[in-house]
């Protein structure tokens, strides 16, 4: 009995180790955290995933920028900060399609901004993506992003099940 606890125990490391978290629920294993895949959308090269939906129901976007998935190679939207804006709460909105919701499920968004000069912009072309009534929870920073984009949009949300 005290070998398969040993046994148990080192599944337990190596699939942790592996990226990979488990609930052991008696003899059979549930997945803590689901992985969104937008259909289109390429399988990125990136070592993390686009999102990820606890058990809970909560959705975690990761950083999205203003980038069309859409077109091969994926790359930027030409334009400036509307642009990239719109693409990028586009492509937010896709995630949150993707996993069962919608823009109105997202609770709480970063905005990171290349140059806080395209605060006034970026925050038109936002304001435009949230139409409930309730928006939800931000914070703007300035930050150097990867790139080149302008915008980068991180979101979490709750979506009922």
């Known amino acids: 009995r005290h070998l398969e606890c040993v046994v148990s125990l080192l599944r337990a490391i190596a699939m942790l180790r592996n990226g990979v978290l488990l609930l052991m629920v008696g003899a059979s294993a549930v997945t803590a955290k689901t992985p969104v895949v937008v259909p289109g959308w390429p399988k990125l090269p990136f070592p993390f995933s686009t999102a990820l939906m606890s058990k809970s129901g909560t959705l975690h976007i990761s950083g999205m920028q203003g980038i069309d998935f859409t077109k091969p190679p994926p790359a930027l939207v030409p ?9 990028t709460l586009a492509n937010i909105e896709a995630v949150a399609h993707a996993a069962g ?15 806080l000069k395209d605060f006034k912009a970026m925050n038109s072309a936002y304001a435009t993506f949230f139409t409930d009534g309730t928006p939800p929870a931000r914070v703007a920073l300035e930050a150097a992003l990867a790139g080149g984009a302008l915008v980068e949009i991180k979101c979490t949300g709750e979506i009922s099940k």
């Open 101 to 115: 919701g919608s823009m109105d499920d997202i609770l709480e968004c970063t905005v990171l901004l290349a140059d």
């Open 79 to 87: 334009g400036g900060i509307t642009e990239q804006t719109k693409q």
